[in-house]
């Protein structure tokens, strides 16, 4: 058995932020367990990898969702990643810090000390700002980088667009201004991808007091007297354990952390009984609060040359590929998603209720019998999309049974509220005005089925049924607040009735952030390890 002051479960977005805070003053011996391996491939590193992560098993958990009568009967694909640096390592890189509303929100719900004032006060200290010309602000360790002087010509067509139907647009979304058309801002740093791991887990490693252990699946803690004391871990197909001689902190996400407290007994104690689980605490709320962004695309062929004619043919995957070797930029460099923003559906709304998306590009998923493959067509195309912001419908997730490698039970509970599919049709029509104006119409060549421009608000609604997805962004299943009746960690993270115990990851959201949420999970992150040290003193 071997000693640590803080072993972190999961070295995810959040994980490797809290590795590198908790060991900087070389006082403390930090280990991180990660089910997934090292991350070093080169899919990983490169922006546009993404697609070629998006189904592989090496670095993707791969999970399912149950069928949802309120999505047409379908089950979801819900991608998560296996592999240090997590979901951040296969993510799209979208930046987007969140709307200051939707953390005074948190303080609101009970999340005590996370307003917008604390968050924007740490998103200074995590970021360096980069812009088109090289120029920095800031000097934190995660590069933001400004890429509007890369993007693709085609998206100058949905700036026109939103200028034509009169709504704002600004170039910064992150920025005091941040509603409107914009370019997205995305974390790579010298046409690298920069997420967590690279800007805070690889620094951290090269100091003594930090032990990284991938293939590391934990399976279960020991908790003794109320206090969590140990991590059960298989590795190699040998089983292990290891003390913590301060905390444990489980920063596994969304999908994983509640299940690993319902697997050590923390969770409804009805349901873990069922499951020959004895209870040591009885909270409803693990598992609980689930909440995503899901969104649909809409798919057009273009009157004019897109990302496609660059990245189907072979001699231009050459070419971008040679362009990147050489400069590091180029459409390799970028994410798939270029543009898009936080807009207002209806102008007299207090804050924006929808984050668009404008791809100048298209692409179908094909499996060719081994794997799946992300391939743009063959045709010039564009996707103009929608998420709405701040979905009110509440899921859970739960363990299958007492084996921790059975999958998960996911049940978002989508579309489950009125609120939502008003939510849903106001952002269908928000596209539906964009695809009218005369800068979208005339990059219009035909809808690719079904077509947006022909649909009544019933039609939006059951069309989002068919079609929508997940946007990737669970949060909530962990809950934070300060009363331990609706809450699984109090604000200062630590697990309601447990000592010795956080939850650091995307899981502990109050609620979901208007936008992309990897950003808000690395704040979260980097705000919870000061509050750790702060209570060791
Ligand atoms: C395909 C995709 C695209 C996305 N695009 C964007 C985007 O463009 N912009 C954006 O802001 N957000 C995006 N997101 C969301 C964002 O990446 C996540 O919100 C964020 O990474 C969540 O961080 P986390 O620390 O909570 O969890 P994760 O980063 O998922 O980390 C959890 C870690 O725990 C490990 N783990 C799990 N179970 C165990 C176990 N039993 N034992 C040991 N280790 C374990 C996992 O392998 C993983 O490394 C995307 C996500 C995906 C999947």
């Known amino acids: 058995m071997t000693d640590y002051d803080y072993i972190i479960i999961g070295a995810g977005s959040a994980g490797c932020v809290l590795a590198e805070r908790l060991s900087a003053s070389l006082r403390h011996r930090v280990l991180v367990l990660e089910a997934g391996g090292r991350g070093k491939s080169p899919w990983i590193s490169l922006p546009l990898g993404y697609g070629k992560s998006f189904h592989n098993p090496a670095v993707n958990w791969r999970y399912h969702t149950e069928a949802e009568e309120a999505l047409a009967g379908r089950k979801g694909y819900w991608p998560r990643g296996k592999v240090v640096g997590g979901s951040g390592a296969i993510n799209a890189l979208v930046y987007a810090r969140g709307l200051p509303q939707d953390f005074d929100d948190w303080a609101a719900a009970g999340a005590t000390g996370w307003n917008w004032t604390a968050a924007l006060e740490t998103y200074e200290a995590m970021e ?143 349901m873990l009984k069922s499951h020959g689980i004895a209870p040591i605490l009885d909270n409803p709320n693990v598992g609980g609060n689930l909440q995503d962004h899901l969104g649909i ?96 419908s509440r899921g859970r997730i739960d363990i299958g049974d007492k084996d921790p490698e059975t999958p998960p039970l996911i049940r978002p509970n989508s579309l489950s509220t009125d609120e939502d599919h008003t939510q849903v049709v106001a952002g269908g029509m928000l596209c539906q005005q964009l695809i009218a104006t005369t800068a979208l119409g005339q990059l219009v060549e035909s809808a690719m089925d079904p077509d947006l421009r022909g649909m009544a608000p019933e039609e939006i609604l059951a069309d989002f049924r068919e079609r929508c997805g997940t946007v990737f962004h669970p949060v909530g299943t962990c809950r934070m607040g300060d009363d331990a009746a609706v809450s699984v960690v109090c604000p200062r993270l630590k697990v309601h009735g447990v000592a010795g115990l956080r939850v650091v990851d995307a899981s502990v959201f109050p609620n979901i952030t208007s936008g992309n949420t990897n950003a808000p999970t690395m704040m979260l992150a980097h705000r919870a390890a000061g509050l750790i040290l702060e209570d060791k003193s």
């Not at 070797?325 to 709304?349: D, H, I, K, W």
Request: charged share 15%; with cysteine; aromatic share 8%.
């Open 128 to 270: 360096t700002q980069v812009a088109s010309d090289g120029s920095q602000r800031g000097t934190g360790p995660l590069h933001v980088q400004d890429v509007s002087d890369q993007i693709h010509p085609t998206n100058r067509h949905f700036f026109a667009a939103a200028q034509e139907l009169g709504l704002p647009a600004t170039d910064d979304i992150n920025g005091p201004k941040n509603e409107g058309a914009a370019v997205y801002q995305i974390n790579t740093s010298g046409g690298r991808r920069m997420h967590s791991a690279r800007a805070y887990l690889a620094p951290a490693l090269k100091r003594p007091n930090v032990t990284l252990l991938t293939g590391a699946l934990v399976e279960g803690l020991g908790v003794e007297s109320g206090r969590a004391t140990s991590v059960h871990v298989r590795h190699k197909g040998r089983l292990m354990q290891f003390r913590a001689g301060r905390e444990i902190i489980l920063s596994a996400g969304t999908v994983t952390s509640p299940r690993i407290l319902q697997l050590a007994g923390i969770g409804p104690a009805g």
């Open 297 to 392: 695309n809409y798919y057009f062929r273009a009157t004019e040359p897109t990302l496609n004619n660059v990245l189907r043919p072979f001699h231009g995957k050459l070419r971008a590929a040679l362009q990147y070797a050489l400069t590091r930029r180029g459409p390799l460099s970028l994410s798939v998603n270029q543009c898009g923003g936080y807009f207002r559906s209806v102008s007299e709304m207090e804050q924006p209720d929808q984050q668009l998306y404008f791809n100048p590009v298209t692409y179908t998923t094909t499996s060719n019998g081994k794997r799946t493959v992300v391939q743009p067509d063959p045709f010039p195309g564009f996707i103009l999309g929608f998420q709405p912001s701040r979905p009110t």
